[in-house]
């Protein structure tokens, strides 16, 4: 029999499918255990059973059968000849029933299922290829026959009269087969670079993910602990507030007090001159002597008091009550500033930073042509020798400074006010770095310094004679710096409205560091603010 035909007759005659535990009726049809029973089902609120097919009736619910046999040549079926899969190309030769292709002749430019498969040609002429319908690109253009051949040389696939006598004759030629074969060794070449590639791609997207997951945890708890901590300032500065407006008010108190008591007595000495005035001035309006004389005898106190002047409580008030008032300010602004004192000190604690207020210039370190301020903070550029004592320690070849103190360990952070002119350098070094060796003692030509360069619009960063350009320039003139030894960052920032980060120098320290600083050209100085 046919596979065509086997397969129609294996077909279930509900779901048109091949049969899935095939079970027969007792008219003997065929059908899938699932779908009849489904029919059956639709049947039984009827009461009334029948066959889907040749509609024989039945009392009751038929039982049904396993077909076993049935059963048997499916799976032998499925297994020897599996369901082709649905191209969309039929069986030329079947023309009263679409009958799925099984191959296709470039020969014959025609489709065939199993059945005329078997009895096609199986001559070499005769190329079967998967089921098409696209024959135009199968053979030559110009002399209509198969394309057999590759030409290397153009990358042309040809016929076998292109190959003798046409355009690409002499030319080096391959068989389809072994030019595909070629090709596709080149193709795996290339699929397997691009699999490495696209995994070391992958190893890049899952390691920035992983980045990025470390960034946004301690973005979150920087958020945390920095909005805590706030928070805390903010309670602090809350209770100090409280603490300085508590001394205010007990101070005006105080002051209030002392003047009411005062403004009390001045008012009963008040009274009491009232009360002298008007004696004194009812005597003097008398037109008797004798009566004047001897009032004045017996009312001597009156007079007398008037003669001498301010008595003691006038005196008193006056001393205590001077014209520039009473409250003391100073002891107010010294409670204020020692809470924020505390504060400050609290905040550094909690972030483990030390803000270095006590960076100082070493005078000994400095060139001559460097000039440092009585209070060693700023360091200026002079064209006039200073004649400093000959020390070990002093830089004798470029204008630069060392600070007198060294950090070894923690975290620290000061900042440097820069001229607008000149060209200057701030940064940090090993106490162990070149003072005399010519060029390898400038601060950030050689591996023992870090430092960020300014001249004009130009700013970069200077490490062991390499070069880092930063932009965009600095907008305003001053420059913090953080240093984490332990870390071994130093990071530097320009103190600008927000604050700019410039430049992060990642590095494991192995000396004591010193703050470094140069200045040269007219008009080039730094200050160490703090």
Not at 225 to 230: E, F, H, N, Q, V
Not at 256 to 280: A, G, Y
């Amino acid at each position: 029999m046919a596979t065509a035909d086997l397969r129609e007759e294996l077909t279930c005659p509900i779901c048109l499918s091949i049969y899935t535990d095939p079970v027969t009726l007792s008219c003997g049809h065929n059908y899938c255990l699932g779908c009849i029973e489904s029919v059956l089902g639709t049947q039984e609120g009827s009461g009334v059973y029948s066959c889907p097919e040749c509609r024989k009736g039945f009392s009751n619910r038929p039982e049904l059968q396993r077909n076993i046999a049935l059963c048997n040549v499916v799976k032998h079926l499925q297994i020897t000849q599996p369901e082709q899969k649905d191209t969309g190309v039929f069986c030329t030769y079947c023309v009263h029933s679409p009958v799925p292709a099984a191959k296709s002749c470039l020969m014959c430019e025609a489709s065939l299922c199993d059945t005329h498969l078997r009895v096609h040609s199986k001559s070499e002429e005769h190329v079967l290829t998967e089921p098409t319908t696209s024959w135009g690109n199968r053979k030559c253009y110009k002399h209509r026959e198969l394309l057999k051949y590759y030409c290397t040389e153009d990358a042309a696939c040809i016929c076998v009269s292109c190959s003798l006598a046409g355009e690409h004759r002499g030319h080096q030629v391959e068989l389809l087969n072994e030019a595909s074969e070629k090709k596709k060794e080149k193709l795996r070449n290339v699929l397997q670079k691009l699999i490495t590639k696209r995994e070391k791609t992958e190893k890049r997207v899952q390691s920035l993910k992983k980045h990025r997951r470390g960034v946004q945890e301690k973005a979150a708890g920087v958020t945390e602990r920095l909005t805590a901590l706030i928070r805390d300032i903010r309670k602090q500065l809350e209770d100090l507030e409280k603490r300085v407006l508590s001394d205010i008010t007990r101070q005006q108190e105080q002051v209030l007090l002392t003047i009411s008591d005062l403004i009390q007595q001045l008012e009963k000495e008040k009274d009491e001159l009232t009360r002298k005035m008007s004696h004194i001035e009812e005597l003097y309006n008398m037109t008797d002597p004798l009566t004047v004389l001897q009032e004045q005898e017996s009312h001597r106190d009156d007079f007398c008091g008037a003669e001498t002047g301010d008595n003691e409580v006038t005196q008193r008030g006056d001393k205590q009550v001077p014209a520039g008032g009473d409250l003391d300010e100073g002891l107010i602004l010294e409670t204020l500033y020692r809470g924020l004192a505390d504060i400050v000190t609290n905040v550094k604690r909690e972030i483990n930073m030390q803000v270095t207020s006590d960076i100082l210039l070493d005078i000994n370190t400095a060139a001559n042509d460097v000039i440092v301020s009585g209070d060693l903070k700023t360091a200026s550029w002079s064209g006039i020798n200073q004649q400093q004592p000959v020390r070990p320690e002093r830089f004798t070849d470029y204008p630069q400074v060392l600070s007198t103190r060294s950090f070894s360990s923690g975290r620290h952070y000061w900042e440097v006010q820069i001229s607008t002119s000149g060209r200057w350098c701030v940064g940090v070094c090993y106490t162990s770095m070149e003072r005399g060796g010519g060029y390898q003692s400038v601060i950030g030509n050689n591996n023992k310094s870090w430092c960020l360069r300014g001249h004009n619009k130009d700013l970069y960063m200077r490490h062991n004679t390499i070069v880092t350009s930063l932009h965009p320039p600095l907008s305003c003139d001053t420059v913090g710096i953080l240093l984490d030894y332990e870390a071994g960052r130093l990071t530097f920032y320009e103190l600008c409205d927000p604050i700019r980060h410039l430049h992060t120098v990642t590095v494991t320290f192995t000396e004591p560091l010193h703050a470094a600083f140069r200045v040269w050209d007219d008009g080039a100085w730094v200050r160490i603010l703090y």
